[in-house]
């Protein structure tokens, strides 16, 4: 079975200074991957990072940082996940700082089936840069039936748009002056090791990720432990082919 494809269960963003945002209430799939992405601005020292989400979900667990802080200048790209329980029911997600941020936008994304529920993220490349465009990647190869997902944090207000090869998910933004955008974007054919998204402010802060979401691996993991061991034979096993 594939990693699903993802879909968009939230997203928002903000201009009031403060160091929790609280999403929208909403209700995800039991058993499902929610994937949190969250850019944030500060204009003064000390800067604001993202730190783990909390939540309010009756049946749920716990976040887990995704991918590495990519921060650029006064800006900070944060993504974390976490696999819900069963019957997880109505709540709310709490996107953290460590500071108070100024500007803030998030996308949280959910992927319904298909995943490795010990360690989803197989890979992640991130990038930053201040131009008008930013390309992510590259990523090693994909395994079949994996999913490649990546995601934007940009200063500004240029709409960011992704090319051909991948599908975008509509833009959050913090809305105000040097605007907070978030975006994310998956490839419906899960073969592409890099992504481009275009239509960005020229000297801006831009921060991007590229990741592989991996399929259970073919052991069991409750009684190996080995996820990682079993995920770097697959990979091996790809690359010496």
């Keep these: 079975m594939a990693v699903a494809d993802p879909t968009v269960v939230e997203s928002d963003g903000d201009n009031t200074e403060q160091a929790a945002f609280v999403t929208a209430s909403f209700t995800p799939a039991g058993n499902a991957l929610l994937i949190a992405v969250m850019y944030v601005g500060k204009a003064a020292a000390p800067f604001a990072l993202v730190e783990a989400p909390t939540d309010n979900f009756t049946d749920s667990g716990s976040w887990t940082e995704a991918v590495a802080q990519a921060v650029n200048q006064q800006f900070d790209l944060g ?22 941020a100024i500007r803030q936008s998030h996308i949280t994304v959910q992927i319904a089936s298909g995943f490795d529920i010990s360690d989803p993220f197989l890979e992640e490349v991130t990038d930053q840069n201040e131009i008008g465009t930013i390309t992510v990647g590259d990523l090693v190869s994909i395994i079949a039936d994996n999913l ?17 090869d991948f599908t975008q998910f509509g833009t959050a933004t913090g809305g105000g002056a040097s605007e907070a955008r978030t975006a994310v974007a998956f490839d419906p054919d899960d073969d592409q090791v890099q992504c481009t998204f275009s239509d960005l402010d020229a000297n801006d802060e831009n921060s991007a990720f590229i990741a592989e979401i991996q399929v259970p691996t073919l052991v069991d993991e409750t009684l190996t432990g ?9 990979r091996l096993l790809v690359l010496s082919y």
């Design 79 to 100: 993504v974390f996940w976490m696999i819900t329980g069963a019957t997880p029911g109505e709540g709310e997600i709490t996107y953290n700082c460590s500071e108070d």
């Design 148 to 164: 490649v997902l990546a995601g934007l944090g940009s200063k500004g207000s240029g709409d960011p748009t992704t090319d051909a």
């Design 226 to 234: 080995l996820p990682h061991a079993v995920g770097l034979a697959r």
